[in-house]
């Protein structure tokens, strides 16, 4: 029996000519946080929208605790939390009102809708700032309450779509530990991200992919190093081209027939400019 909470196969979305997600072979262990490393444009959020079931996709598979995400998107979204790239919190609202009217969304009984602000409150170190209006948060601040929306019903899976961007190192590492202690609490995180310290800083052991230029054709890596950065020469685990990608980029070079992304040795070279 597969235990995996996130199993994607063969999966390809295209906009227009433009393949944002192209041959996506992509599994994920529970309990674990696995980073998605990869610049803009490589189809990070599109692959975050699929598995949240916010986008349909053109072909493959993509199954969430064991549901298919076409045939039973109830069951996917009644088991999943998304944060995005941007707070999702109204402005006009304190903290607290912030969580209590996402609470009432959810439907949770009003004795257990407090209780568990209240404990989000502590936990995400908003005590002192949760009766402000969320115009007078920092932008960390902002981060921290939109990720405690996202807890309010404890999911099996959070997808964190590149949750820290923009923010100071400060507000950063506050925001790490605060998504540590989700995972600890037994929540299995995919996190994407542009940076490469997030990634070696979050992921679980080895549980890196990284995307392959333009369009997203990810896999665990399976070397016990990350890698050292885009462009540079590293083991990984990514592929280009309409085929399944190779476990690593060991041996034979190949070459998409979409771009001019390369593979081959031990080299990744990620050539910047967008596809033709």
């Known amino acids: 029996m597969n235990d995996d909470v996130i199993v994607a196969a063969g999966l390809r979305k295209r906009y227009g000519r433009t393949y944002a997600l192209d041959g996506l072979e992509l599994r994920v262990a529970p309990g674990e946080i696995h980073g998605v490393l990869g610049p803009n444009g490589a189809g990070k959020t599109t692959m975050v929208r699929v598995f949240a079931t916010l986008v349909r996709f053109d072909t493959g598979t993509v ?37 209590l009217l996402f609470a009432r969304l959810l439907r949770l009984p009003a004795r257990v809708a ?13 005590t002192e700032v949760a009766d402000r209006t969320a115009t ?8 921290r309450l939109d990720l405690a929306v996202s807890l309010l019903r404890p999911p099996r899976v959070l997808f964190l779509d590149e949750p820290t961007t923009g923010l100071d190192p400060r507000s950063r590492n506050r925001l790490w530990e605060a998504i540590r202690g989700v995972v600890a609490a037994g929540t299995t995180v995919l996190l994407t991200t542009q940076y490469l310290e997030e990634a070696d800083q979050l992921a679980t052991g080895s549980r890196w992919s990284t995307t392959a230029g333009w369009s997203l054709t990810a896999r665990p890596i399976s070397s016990s190093r990350a890698p050292a950065a885009i462009g540079s020469t590293s083991r990984c685990g990514i592929g280009v081209g309409s085929g399944p990608p190779p476990t690593s980029c060991e041996g034979s070079a190949r070459r998409s027939p979409r771009s001019t992304r390369t593979c081959g040795g031990s080299a990744c070279r990620w050539p910047t400019g967008s596809p033709r």
């Open 63 to 99: 199954r969430i605790c064991g549901y298919d995400v076409v045939r039973q998107p109830e069951q996917v979204r009644s088991r999943i939390a998304l944060t995005g790239q941007f707070a999702a919190v109204d402005e006009l609202l304190t903290g607290r009102q912030n969580l």
């Open 114 to 126: 407090r209780r568990r602000v209240d404990e989000l409150v502590e936990q995400f170190d908003l």
């Open 136 to 143: 007078q948060y920092s932008g960390g601040m902002r981060r």
